[in-house]
């Protein structure tokens, strides 16, 4: 069973339909507080929902899809992907076309968009909530978002970080290079790095980590 999230006009005829508004033929609902019982759903979608929400109260929606989809089942988001508009407004969008993009069309009371998230802050908030990324689209200034419910997340705990993590990445097939190496020594340069992966996706997980590094030398 599908529950699809936010639905506003656009109902889904294999899925349960739910909005904050009263629509026909859809539960009238707050995405913080879903009517469902443990592990209902094997799917979840949830499309322009998520930047209606303070980055506290995402959470605590992240948390309730998290509760009511079963284990291993995914969720699809799409949410405005702050990379993107910032790329668009530098190459000559109207500054009106970007503002509805970042703080969305506010002609009701709840179509307003209080966060914006780029690919790495996105991932961020579903690793604080137990989910990890499967795969990720750029459409147009949004990104489209697959996640995959961790049910038994395994925490690594690396008290040596730079053997540690190297360790860590050479037994799921990953090599550093020498300036991966490098840029990694400068992110673990710390007395301990904690990371919370499950074995199904530790690879994409170890690749998309690397990226980070890449991105912040």
């Known amino acids: 069973m599908k529950l699809n999230i936010g639905c506003g006009e656009k109902l889904l005829d294999d899925a349960v339909n739910i909005d904050i508004r009263e629509i026909d033929g859809a539960y009238q609902m707050d995405a913080r507080e879903l009517e469902f019982a443990d592990e209902t759903f094997s799917e979840v979608v949830a499309h322009d929902v998520i930047e209606h929400f303070t980055v506290d109260d995402a959470l605590i929606v992240l948390s309730e899809i998290h509760r009511v989809l079963k284990p291993g089942s995914e969720v699809e988001f799409r949410l405005p992907d702050l990379a993107s508009i ?23 009371k709840e179509n307003f968009h209080l966060a914006c998230y780029d690919k790495i802050s996105f991932q961020n908030l579903l690793n ?8 990720y689209v750029s459409e147009g200034t949004n990104m489209v978002v697959r996640g995959e419910k961790v049910s038994d997340p395994i925490k690594l705990e690396f008290k040596d970080p730079i053997k540690d ?17 490098e840029i990694a020594r400068l992110i673990l340069g710390r007395d301990k790095v904690e990371l919370c992966l499950s074995g199904r996706w530790g690879k994409n997980y170890m690749r998309d980590l690397i990226m980070k590094f890449e991105e912040k030398e």
């Open 86 to 108: 910032f790329d668009a407004y530098a190459k000559g969008a109207r500054a009106e076309k970007v503002s509805w993009w970042l703080y969305g069309g506010q002609d009701y």
């Open 128 to 135: 604080n909530c137990e989910f990890q990324i499967i795969s």
């Open 165 to 181: 993590f190297k360790e860590f990445c050479s037994s799921i097939g990953c090599t550093l290079s020498p300036q991966q190496e």
